[in-house]
Nanobody
Framework: QVQLVESGGGLVQAGGSLSLSCVVT????????MGWYRQAPGQQREFVGG???????LYAESVKGRFTISRDNDKNTMYLQMNSLKPEDTGVYFC?????????WGRGTQVTVSS
């Protein structure tokens, strides 16, 4: 089974920074691609950014230059460094991991950016 736990969410002022972590526990399946998604109030879940096993990243246009994704394969952990935060970045941030057999989601962590 695969289990994902996000952490690091909180309340910050616009222009501030926040770091999120996603710790993945798996007893059998190798972790392939990983990604961050978010869901703002009243909106559907959207893609934020992703990273593959080689460390190559892909970001949504709205966060390019402000967010950075990284991963530590030995620790099975993915990180999201968020800088220059805007109120529109507010939402629940979810971690997703891909294995050869399925995709798995965490329960999310709340990020709130005040004006």
């Amino acid at each position: 089974q695969v289990q994902l736990v996000e952490s690091g969410g909180g309340l910050v002022q616009a222009g501030g920074s926040l770091s999120l972590s996603c710790v993945v526990t798996t007893s059998a399946d190798r972790i392939d691609d990983m990604g961050w998604y978010r869901q703002a109030p009243g909106q559907q879940r959207e893609f934020v950014g992703g990273i593959n096993t080689g460390g190559n990243t892909l970001y949504a246009e709205s966060v390019k230059g402000r967010f950075t994704i990284s991963r530590d394969n030995d620790k099975n952990t993915m990180y999201l460094q968020m800088n220059s935060l805007k109120p529109e970045d507010t939402g629940v941030y979810f971690c997703k991991v891909q294995t050869w057999r399925a995709n798995y989601w965490g329960r999310g962590t709340q990020v709130t950016v005040s004006s």
